[in-house]
């Protein structure tokens, strides 16, 4: 028996060294300097019931003193180590559980922080939370970020609905918006903290986004009309961003045009009589009663619903008739317009006017046959264009395969044509043939919307570039909706990106990908921007200093590889700049990918003669650039924090209050930043120059004094 209890003891204690905890040693445990400050268990059974009750508890290590009490904290030994823990347990004879001053310390496996607490959702805007929390109340070190992710759990939508993740940056973190979301669904909401370790337990909370507007309805189709009434078939409503809650059955007089607000409620016909509106609702009915009324008569005397259906007189003026869907949850309320019906589109003869002479006759007919006449003459014309066409397409090689479509007289000089080439060039197809046509299959482009650019909307999405998957942007390019000028500007900051060519430092264009209705433009997009990973180092995750230097080599590099092609970059900052997983820095935001940016102040990074709008140069580049030296060394702070609003930074500007040397930036470095930002343009290093700081040395950076405020960054 005795040699069957020290068999089970001893394969006891090789069970319990196999678990996620470990035996991290016996320190001291002073009364003034406890590291343990929470008793979990006055007389645990063993220390395995320690360490799970520390666990729940989300601490990282668990205590055990005089074999009585169980403590938990997120560190420890901060006395020194001890030899007195001399006590083995009772339960677990194999394992000790301290002294009276001294604490064996076992792991419990865990490194993240607890969840956080008192998450609100707060409905903003349709598509979109405004979302609340407060920190973990166990860290359990520096927290770093907070990561979020919203899951669909109901929706109004016909498809799948993809998940939403994002990222806020800082430990102090407490508040974010997080769009692209469906409107008129519910979603579970979960944040995880994150801390120098690793990332703790999610906490979650649901909530539904407020609706949005239903889809616009067909217009009433008129199918019978008599001198009092007007009988329409009415289209079926649907929505995506909420329920389709019920119809109303509009009459609009001629000559009045309605409001189309998404939130505005039509009055019924006696409130528009007494207000003189010209519009009136004559029935309403929910959705559930749509077979039952869809066909629909007006003006038949009767009240239906809330609202008087007042007979109409349809001899003297004939009204249009519309449609509107209305969206409805609890206080919440949308609705969408149909067009207004026409009664010559519709296929009903006009209402003739009594007593008709042969001369009104004779008008009608007139008017008949030049309306043919009119309609040939545009069938001739448009018959011959296209033989003409034909003609020319033989006598040329160059066929318009892009989905950019227009008049060649439209681009000019400024974008990629040359000065010397005929006038008949195709210069789309020479476009083209300049860069990667991306097969539509190996292009995934998310739904959710992130930038609304000059051109068409900025997505995420992911190209597969030789069977690997890379994130990009996706410029998504309606050409048919351009104007004939915003087709030359796009034209030209495309071909900024197309002339540049590719460079270790650039976030480069990847490619085109084209459809029947759109053009996209794939642009390179790193997994991290360096005003990111600037905000991470202030909470633990330090910047060594040769990536100080090696990110500024870049930078310059990238700078001076664009200053070869005569391109001048306008948005340069810590947010402008991307890491790649290996830590390369890449330039992002010239040409057309600036869309593709946040919504920037460059107001704080701009040359004192650029504030007196003069137009952007190479010397204003070499401001900006000293200006991001400034925000490394900061650790992303904000430049000027200490004045609010744009004026303030342009009057200290100009009174020649530049930026100050910060604790850990040694003389060389702050040399060079006064340079860049010296008053005389001629003054400042070239690019040529900066590209060779990595000649200075730089100390670590210990402190940070410089504060991170958003919104005086942020449009």
Not at 235 to 242: D, L, N, T
Not at 457 to 471: A, E, F, R, S, W
């Amino acid at each position: 028996m005795i040699l069957l209890w020290i068999l089970t003891s001893v394969l006891g204690g090789i069970t319990f060294a196999q678990e996620a905890y470990e035996y991290k040693g016996c320190y001291r445990n002073l009364e003034a300097d406890v590291d343990f400050p929470v008793l979990a268990v006055s007389h645990p059974s063993s220390p395995s019931e320690c360490i799970r009750e520390c666990g729940s508890r989300y601490y990282m290590f668990a205590g055990l003193m005089n074999d009585q009490q169980c403590y938990c904290g997120s560190e420890y030994g901060r006395s020194g180590p001890s030899l007195g823990c001399t006590i083995y347990c009772v339960a677990e004879p194999t394992a000790l559980c301290g002294s009276l001053d001294s604490v064996s310390v076992y792991s419990t496996g865990l490194k993240g922080p607890s969840p956080p607490r008192h998450i609100q959702l707060i409905r903003s805007e349709p598509g979109a939370l405004q979302i609340t929390w407060e920190p973990p109340n166990v860290p359990n070190g520096k927290l770093i970020a907070y990561n979020l992710r919203a899951v669909s759990l109901t929706s109004h939508a016909s498809g799948f609905l993809p998940t939403i993740e994002i990222q806020v940056q800082g430990g102090s973190s407490n508040t974010t918006t997080m769009r692209g979301l469906q409107p008129g669904t519910n979603y579970n909401v979960s944040i995880v903290a994150v801390n120098t370790h690793g990332s703790g337990s999610a906490a979650y909370s649901t909530n539904w986004t407020l609706i949005g507007q239903p889809d616009k309805p067909d217009p009433p189709k008129i199918v019978n009309k008599t001198d009092t009434t007007v009988t329409v078939v009415l289209a079926k409503g649907s929505s995506e961003s909420g329920p389709v809650s019920r119809y109303q059955v509009v009459v609009v007089r001629a000559g009045t045009i309605p409001p189309t607000d998404s939130d505005r409620t039509y009055p019924g016909y006696e409130q528009s009589r007494e207000e003189g509106l010209g519009y009136y609702v004559t029935g309403e009915f929910e959705a559930g009663d749509y077979e039952r009324y869809k066909t629909f008569t007006i003006g038949d005397g009767r009240r239906n619903g809330r609202f008087y259906n007042a007979p109409l007189d349809t001899r003297s003026s004939m009204p249009h008739i519309g449609l509107i869907v209305t969206s409805e949850i609890r206080d919440e309320k949308k609705y969408s317009y149909s067009e207004l019906t026409n009664t010559v589109s519709a296929g009903l003869e006009a209402p003739k006017p009594r007593g008709a002479s042969a001369t009104v006759v004779v008008l009608y007919v007139a008017i008949v046959l030049l309306g043919v006449l009119l309609l040939a003459s545009v069938l001739t014309y448009v018959v011959l264009r296209r033989r003409h066409a034909r003609s020319r397409a033989k006598h040329s090689s160059e066929q318009q395969e892009l989905t950019l479509q227009g008049p060649v007289c439209e681009v000019d000089n400024m974008a990629y044509v040359p000065e010397d080439v005929p006038e008949r060039k195709n210069h789309y197809q020479d476009l083209k043939s300049k860069v990667w046509s991306i097969p539509k299959n190996f292009l995934v482009i998310d739904a959710a919307v992130v930038r609304r650019g000059r051109f068409g909307t900025v997505h995420m999405g992911t190209v597969q570039i030789n069977g690997v998957p890379k994130t990009a942007t996706v410029h998504t390019i309606s050409d048919g909706l351009l104007r004939a000028s915003e087709k030359k500007a796009m034209l030209r900051e495309l071909d900024v990106c197309i002339r540049v060519g590719s460079h270790i430092n650039l976030a480069g264009l990847i490619g085109t990908c084209e459809t029947p209705e759109s053009l996209y433009v794939v642009i390179e997009m790193p997994p991290q921007t360096l005003k990111n990973r600037l905000l991470a180092a202030r909470s633990g995750d330090p910047l060594p200093p040769n990536q100080i230097l090696s990110v500024g080599v870049s930078v310059a590099s990238a700078l001076l590889h664009l200053q070869n092609h005569k391109i001048v970059h306008t948005c340069l900052c810590a947010r402008s700049v991307g890491l790649e997983s290996d830590g390369t820095p890449k330039l992002m935001g010239h040409g057309i990918a600036k869309y593709a940016l946040e919504d920037i102040k460059y107001i704080r990074w701009k040359a004192l003669e650029l504030l007196n709008n003069e137009k952007w140069h190479q010397e204003g580049v070499v401001w900006a650039f000293g200006v991001l030296l400034w925000e490394i060394f900061s650790m992303g702070g904000t430049p000027y924090a200490d004045l609010v609003g744009d004026d303030e930074v342009e009057d200290a500007v100009r009174r020649h209050v530049r930026l100050p040397q910060l604790r850990d930036m040694p003389d060389p470095f702050y040399e060079v930043m006064l340079s860049c930002w010296s008053t005389n343009r001629d003054e400042r290093p070239t690019l040529d120059e900066l590209v060779r700081i990595d000649t200075l040395s730089v100390c670590p950076i210990t402190s940070v004094t410089e504060p991170y405020i958003p919104e005086l960054e942020l449009n």
